[in-house]
Antibody, heavy 117, light 109 residues
Framework: QVQLQESGPGLVKPSETLSLTCTVS????????WSWIRQPPGKGLEWIGYISYSGNTNYNPSLKSRVTISVDTSKNQFSLRLSSVTAADTAVYYC???????????WGQGTLVTVSS | EIVLTQSPATLSLSPGERATLSCRASQSISSYLAWYQQKPGQAPRLLIY???TRATGIPARFSGSGSGTDFTLTISSLEPEDLAVYYCQQRSNWPPIFTFGPGTKVDIK
């Protein structure tokens, strides 16, 4: 079974860039699409964007100007960069696989990123 | 942008009772709808996709129905472990944008 694990700093300063990596195990990243989703504390889910194994990307229009998702097939990893962060970007960030480019099948456990000075 | 609304916001039922959760889309999405369960402190888990197909390993007490703009998730007989928030999710055709509903919290009495 595919497993995903997020990693990266848990604290980021305002105006800086948030960087997270998702490591995929139990399956090849050369299948499916791969996505990032976030959830502010006590709130609902927000899709950030996705990337295919070949590098095609699509982002949430509300975040598009600040988001970059990349993939490293040699390491079975994909990554998220979110620039110019503010307190509103404080959230649990999940990575997930995207089955048939429609549904989020496998999820990482999530990692809390706090934006604070 | 397609907006999903869910009702009720909270549902409080006893074990063994039937739970009916609603998700409404602001425009027709055919059957392109999924349901997720998020237990406290956990990541969401895919329950239902294509409106009515159970994901692998999901118990038969969970079922989905609907098409167009109105969808329903039914839990036929609540178990204590079904305490969770349930989200619906859709993918718009083009550009492919994914949106989630605000969620329905299911409390077990």
């Amino acid at each position: 079974q595919v497993q995903l694990q997020e990693s990266g700093p848990g604290l980021v300063k305002p105006s800086e860039t948030l960087s997270l990596t998702c490591t995929v195990s139990g399956g090849s990243i050369n299948s499916y699409y791969w996505s990032w989703i976030r959830q502010p504390p006590g709130k609902g889910l927000e899709w950030i964007g996705y990337i295919s194994y070949s590098g095609n990307t699509n982002y949430n229009p509300s975040l598009k100007s600040r988001v970059t998702i990349s993939v490293d097939t040699s390491k079975n990893q994909f990554s998220l960069r979110l620039s110019s962060v503010t307190a509103a970007d404080t959230a649990v960030y999940y990575c997930a696989s995207l089955y048939g480019a429609n549904w989020f099948t496998y999820w990482g456990q999530g990692t809390l990123v706090t934006v604070s000075s | 942008e397609i907006v999903l609304t869910q009702s009720p916001a909270t549902l409080s039922l006893s074990p063994g009772e039937r739970a009916t959760l609603s998700c409404r889309a602001s425009q027709s999405i055919s059957s392109y709808l999924a349901w997720y369960q998020q237990k406290p402190g956990q990541a969401p888990r895919l329950l239902i996709y294509d409106a009515s197909t159970r994901a692998t390993g999901i118990p038969a007490r969970f079922s989905g129905s609907g098409s167009g703009t109105d969808f329903t998730l039914t839990i036929s007989s609540l178990e204590p472990e079904d305490l969770a928030v349930y989200y619906c999710q859709q993918r718009s055709n083009w550009p492919p944008i994914f949106t989630f509903g605000p969620g329905t919290k299911v409390d077990i009495k």
